[in-house]
């Protein structure tokens, strides 16, 4: 007898003692067909809890019998117990587990069918069905026997219950006389592919053949003399579903992929259009409707056209076909699970495994009850995704590829004159082709209502009481409801119109550790070695401008701006606070001016994108500290040097006759020059705006195109770019900057600090290689200032070099400032990805929000 054991589940072993449970899983384990650790028995758990396998109460006075049957049974149950636990941790981990216990009794056995299928993993039974007779000679031989009576017992429950076993549910049941000569075949698991090739994802088709077609020419598919369409470097191509419906030719499409995968080209996965067809092709009684109705229509046509007979050929291959299609994929590379393929998306707990309900999720999502219209209202299941693998689904059409969570949509509503979309595995990448034309007919375009919606305001009631972000690059975030009211306050009152508020830059932590020089609180050596304990070995230094940050969003014209901000406009420019930087006469001019430099080096069209945004500094400093200036610095500054040079004379005359003051003069004429420092350190960074040409603007990151991010680029790129916009527009300036590659290049910047500090420019910026750079895992920071004795004076007072002054403040700590940063970091890139990926105001807006309500969070504003 062949017996097939699926790749994962439970393998019970039913029969009486002696029946040759043990021996037969012995056998298999000693010819290496199953592990050790895949077996689990009722007697090893009894030794386990008891360090007892068997009690015989056999032969004994009835009152001993009775005190050691109940022994017996108490240990059975812990046994049990902890046994049950065992096989559940198995089966939640996908695994197969064979169960050597008698399992006689209806209820042990529906206790593991019930197991099974709240895992959903199969269950399948070997009963070992032995004679009496048999049973009782090895008990016999047994070194602990069981008793004629237990023995006969159990063959008499085994007789009457071997009748019923066929009706409890089990998937397969293999009935043995004997154990020799079994084969024993393992399957390895159906919903794994190996993808070291290459496999390309192709979103729903809905019978839109021609864009099909269109798009495996883009991914480099060629057709054969066959008409089978092979990629030269041996790729293949998944459907994520949903091949047929709504579309034009769902059968050409549906005949299309039967071939491709009979013959080992193409992969298809079960879908909620394929499952209903399969279900109708079967001749059960649904309703075709949504688009399904034209499959019918086309069978009618093939038919009148080809013939029944011919037409009847392929209503059973496509029956079939749709039927066997797995409810999701799995690719591996390397033999890693990496990629998980399913229509309408899966749980975590259902990857690698098949039942209804794993199929039934695979198809529709998770659903809450219907609209007034009847349509499902769909639950953003992506949510309760926690591990690294990415899950590509399609089902719910979206403008662009969505990527949330590790999860990727890529159902771009061709059908409804959107795009097809493919997803290159490993390689990450998207291809899309844009739809000849809206093939649906369907009163309510998906695509359309998307758009309608995207620029609706938030719901403040889903931030008011505190809420979570869940980030790409950090996990969740948390952001409390004490600190998101007044961030909703000022959202309310302050900031420019939250369409177009889409990014806060992240707060910048100083150095981790002080500085080890002993006349230094900052110093460039700690920020390196910083980046280069965590393998970081090229950096990027860049002069710090001392001017206040600015986010700059330019369009191409004012009439593409209302598809991603819902007004007409050429741009903005806010500050990090979210508030509009210029009045707005003079931000109109200063951006009126921007884009149409932009135009004249001809930026808008060469890189094919409908809008730029920039984060920059802008100068001069006094344009947005005005007041800090004036009342602050200004006042501090002009006091400190009328007292000290007060102090400095009468403190000079005494000292001519009184040598004792000498000290003290000493102390004064410092204190004086450093006054006079505090004093020329922030008027550096000052002059009068007459006109545009006064304003300086200093973009460093180039954050986004209509098109794309740039947050896979380098930051010597970005500079590179600062570098190109300085060539634009006189309003754009250049950055100086350096890379950091060896202990010579580290000297030249160190050397290069030292002379523009001692010139009382602020400092410098030192950020890793990457724009997101990570160790072991772990978010590094982004970028590290650097600042300069003099520039720290108006930060830590103008005698903050003081010995005693340093030695203080070399204690301050700077682990809140960086948690921060990284969380702030995190939340302005996931901000401008929802952006760019065309979401929702609210989605955006809930990042945006979340940075404003970090900056409530009180942190020491020196850092």
């Not at 690719?331 to 690698?352: F, M, Q, R, T």
């Amino acid at each position: 007898m062949r017996i097939v054991l699926p790749y994962a589940g439970i393998v019970l072993l039913v029969g009486p003692s002696n029946s040759g449970k043990t021996t037969l899983l012995k056998k298999w384990q000693a010819e290496g067909l199953i592990s050790e650790s895949e077996v689990v028995s009722s007697d090893q758990f009894r030794i386990l809890v008891s360090d007892k396998e068997f009690i015989d109460w056999a032969n004994r006075p009835k009152e001993a019998a009775d005190i050691l049957f109940d022994e017996y049974s108490q240990i059975s149950k812990e046994a049990f117990d902890m046994m049950d636990k065992m096989i559940q941790a198995r089966c939640r981990l996908n695994k197969l587990t064979f169960v050597d216990a008698t399992h006689l009794q209806p209820d042990d056995r529906k206790r593991y069918i019930a197991m099974a299928r709240e895992n959903h993993v199969p269950i399948i039974s070997i009963v070992l069905d032995v004679p009496e007779k048999v049973l009782l000679e090895r008990d016999e031989k047994r070194d602990q026997p069981r008793g004629k009576r237990r023995i006969k017992q159990q063959f008499q429950v085994f007789t009457r219950e071997k009748r019923f076993m066929k009706k409890e549910g089990i998937r397969s049941l293999y009935f043995l006389k004997d154990i020799e000569g079994l084969e024993l075949t393992r399957r390895s698991n159906p919903l794994e592919i190996e993808a070291d090739g290459g496999i390309d994802i192709i979103g729903d088709i809905h019978g839109c053949y021609d864009e099909m077609i269109e798009l495996l020419a883009k991914l480099g598919y060629k057709k054969d003399n066959d008409d089978f369409y092979r990629h030269p470097e041996g790729r293949k191509f998944l459907s994520i579903g949903d091949v047929m419906s709504r579309g034009p030719e769902s059968l050409k499409t549906m005949m299309f992929f039967y071939r491709h995968v009979e013959n080992g080209l193409a992969y298809m996965i079960d879908s909620n259009h394929g499952w209903k067809i399969a279900r109708w092709l079967d001749g059960k009684k649904v309703t075709l409707a949504h688009g399904d109705e034209k499959v019918e229509q086309e069978f009618v046509q093939y038919e009148q056209e080809h013939g029944s007979e011919k037409a009847e050929e392929w209503k059973s291959k496509l029956k079939d076909f749709l039927l066997d299609a797995p409810s999701h994929y799995i690719l591996k590379k390397n033999c890693i699970p990496s990629v998980v393929c399913a229509h309408a998306g899966i749980k975590d707990e259902y990857i690698g495994k098949q039942s209804r309900d794993v199929s039934d999720f695979s198809r529709y999502g998770d659903t809450d009850g219907f609209d007034e219209k009847g349509k499902p209202v769909r639950k953003d299941w992506f949510i309760g995704h926690k591990t690294s693998q990415l899950i590509v689904w399609g089902h719910d059409p979206k403008p662009q590829p969505l990527k949330i969570n590790q999860t990727l949509n890529i159902d771009q509503g061709v059908v409804f004159g959107g795009k097809l979309t493919a997803f290159r595995y490993p390689e990450s990448q998207i291809v899309s082709v844009q739809a000849k034309e809206d093939y649906s007919g369907a009163p309510e375009n998906p695509l359309v209502e998307w758009e309608k919606k995207r620029l609706n305001q938030p719901n403040i009631g889903n931030f008011l009481n505190g809420y979570t972000v869940l980030t790409e690059e950090f996990g969740e975030i948390f952001v409390p409801g004490e600190t998101v009211k007044p961030a909703i306050d000022a959202v309310s009152h302050h900031t420019i119109p939250i369409e177009q508020l889409i990014y806060i830059p992240p707060t910048m932590s100083p150095t981790p550790e002080p500085s080890s020089l002993e006349t230094f609180l900052e110093h460039p050596l700690e920020a390196i070695q910083y980046y280069r304990s965590h393998g970081v070995d090229r950096m990027v230094a860049e002069k710090k401008h001392m001017g206040s940050r600015g986010i700059l969003l330019l369009f191409k014209d004012e009439a593409v701006a209302k598809k991603y901000v819902g007004n007409v406009t050429l741009g903005v420019i806010y500050t990090r606070g979210g508030r509009r930087f210029f009045d707005k006469e003079l931000e109109k001019e200063i951006v009126r001016k921007l884009t149409d430099d932009l135009h004249k080096h001809d930026y808008f069209s060469e890189h094919e994108t409908d809008f730029v945004l920039l984060d920059a500094e802008i100068m001069p400093w006094n344009l947005k500290a005005k007041e800090l200036i004036s009342k602050q610095y200004a006042h501090v500054a002009e006091n400190a040097i009328m007292d000290r040079s007060f102090m400095q004379e009468k403190l000079a005359q005494a000292a001519e006759t009184n040598e004792a003051l000498t000290p003290w003069l000493d102390e004064y004429n410092e204190k004086l020059l450093n006054a006079k420092e505090f004093a020329e350190v922030f008027q550096r960074y000052c002059w009068d705006v007459i006109c545009l040409d006064d304003i300086q603007i200093a973009p460093f990151h180039v954050l986004a195109h209509s098109n794309r991010t740039f947050f896979d680029e380098t930051h010597e790129w970005h500079m590179k770019m600062n570098h190109q916009f300085a060539t634009c527009s006189s309003l754009f300036v250049a950055t100086e900057y350096k890379v950091i590659t060896d202990s010579s290049s580290e000297a030249e910047v160190i050397k290069w600090w030292e002379e523009m500090t001692r010139e009382g420019h602020e400092g410098i910026v030192i950020k890793p290689e990457h724009y997101i750079a990570r160790s072991k895992g772990k978010l590094l920071q982004p970028a590290i200032k650097v600042r300069g004795s003099k520039y720290l004076k108006i930060i830590y007072g103008m005698d903050y070099l003081k010995p005693e002054n340093l030695k203080r403040l070399k204690k301050r700590n700077t682990g809140k400032k960086q948690k921060l940063a990284l969380k702030e970091f995190a939340l302005g890139i996931e901000g401008i990805r929802r952006f760019v990926n065309g979401e929702s105001i609210e989605r955006v807006h809930e990042c945006v929000l979340a940075t404003l309500a970090m900056e409530q969070d009180p942190v020491d504003p020196r850092l």
